[in-house]
Nanobody, 120 residues
Framework: VQLQASGGGLVQPGGSLRLSCAAS????????IGWFRQAPGKEREGVSC????????YYADSVKGRFTISRDNRKNTVFLQMHSLEPEDTAVYYC??????????????WGKGTQVTVSS
């Protein structure tokens, strides 16, 4: 299982970014895939998770209404569309296989992260 996150960058507060998580060597539609983030000095946080078909989605309270997770099985990719970004969203974002039980957790397969910086 290989996952690769991309799409991070520098954006001003209130701006938007779309992250992509591309899977290789496995069919992504059989797995629940999620996004996690880790800011300096903070614990890693589960941001969002999307299950296989039919897809169910889960979000951390801190991003509800601002972030949207989706998947394109033909492209073997999961996306995280982020709007209304805040400086507190600054972190390294990772995609990983995920689960949900009152909170989003990783089930073990991680990709390399992509840096998101929200700053004016």
């Amino acid at each position: 299982v290989q996952l690769q996150a991309s799409g991070g960058g520098l954006v001003q507060p209130g701006g938007s970014l779309r992250l992509s998580c591309a899977a290789s060597r496995f069919a992504l539609d059989y797995y629940a895939i999620g996004w996690f983030r880790q800011a300096p000095g903070k614990e890693r946080e589960g941001v969002s998770c999307i299950t296989g078909s039919p897809a169910s989605t889960y979000y951390a309270d801190s991003v509800k209404g601002r972030f949207t997770i989706s998947r394109d099985n033909r492209k073997n990719t999961v996306f995280l569309q982020m709007h209304s970004l805040e400086p507190e969203d600054t972190a390294v974002y990772y995609c990983a296989t995920c689960g949900y039980n009152d909170k989003i957790y990783s089930t073990g397969y991680w990709g390399k992260g992509t840096q998101v910086t929200v700053s004016s």
